[in-house]
């Protein structure tokens, strides 16, 4: 039997998250939250929870399929994040599409674009941390 998954206001078990940085011709991936997630229509990179169970690249990958209807290959961790003091860690990871052309799931993202890194920057909405994740991965 599986222990259940950590409570998110749990000190000792942080929760666990995954974002997914893809590039394409000097662009990245972004997304508007949905109005019914938390943080609603906020900018960031598309990712969410880590699963009891799943490694990060799984969770990226059903992520990625969830929030945008594409399959990608995970590459490598590019940077860990630590939020909300130490209550929120995200794992940020390149990936690249194989298949699919990214598409909103509705119940999750309200928009997807793709933009350059100074476009990300000056983007109105953008979630706190998505500077910086910019900053440690050269972007």
Do not use: Y
């Amino acid at each position: 039997m599986s222990s259940p998954v950590p409570s998110p206001d749990s000190p000792d078990n942080p929760t666990l998250a995954v974002l997914g940085i893809i590039r394409r011709d000097g662009r990245l991936i972004v997304i508007q939250r949905a109005k019914t997630v938390a943080v609603p229509l906020a900018w960031c990179f598309p990712g969410g929870h880590i699963e009891e169970g799943e490694t990060q690249a799984e969770a990226l990958v059903r992520e990625m399929r969830e929030e945008l209807n594409v399959v990608v290959e995970p590459g490598e961790r590019l940077m860990t994040q630590t939020k909300h003091d130490g209550q929120l860690v995200l794992h940020c990871w390149s990936a690249t599409i194989v298949s699919g052309r990214p598409t909103p799931n509705p119940l999750e993202v309200a928009d997807v674009r793709w933009l350059t890194p100074a476009e990300i920057r000056s983007q109105a909405g953008l979630l706190p941390g998505t500077t910086e994740i910019l900053d440690a991965i050269g972007a």
